[in-house]
């Protein structure tokens, strides 16, 4: 197993909720980690930022690891969710409120509720 694959793969195990992304949370480097981020934050999601333009073997290892081709990459605990187009269509849906009620990840539900409110 590569150093990276085995990187991320502790990654995902040990926290519940993390974001493969182009910058961090608090600094989004491009306009769909930004989204993700943004709504995770906005929901008071508790997760881990990975910013893979701080580490080429990363930012490939992620796309082989999932088999997706691109980033940002969610993974709740330990699965992969999807990338930006998913999870806003789980957001809008209510399908995201209801993994992380699943999975037992804390989350504003007036914040989720806000979002789908300012999209109708």
Known sequence: MSDAKKKIEETVKANDVVL???GTKSMPQCGFSSKVAGVLNYMGVEYADVNVLADEDIRQGIKEYSDWPTIPQLYVKGEFVGGCDIIT????SGE???LLEETGVTFDKDAAE??????A
Do not use: P, V
Not at 114 to 119: G, L, S, V
């Open 20 to 22: 493969y992304m182009k």
């Open 89 to 92: 269509e789980m957001t809008l």
């Open 96 to 98: 995201l409120d209801q």
């Open 114 to 119: 806000k979002i789908r409110e300012a999209n």
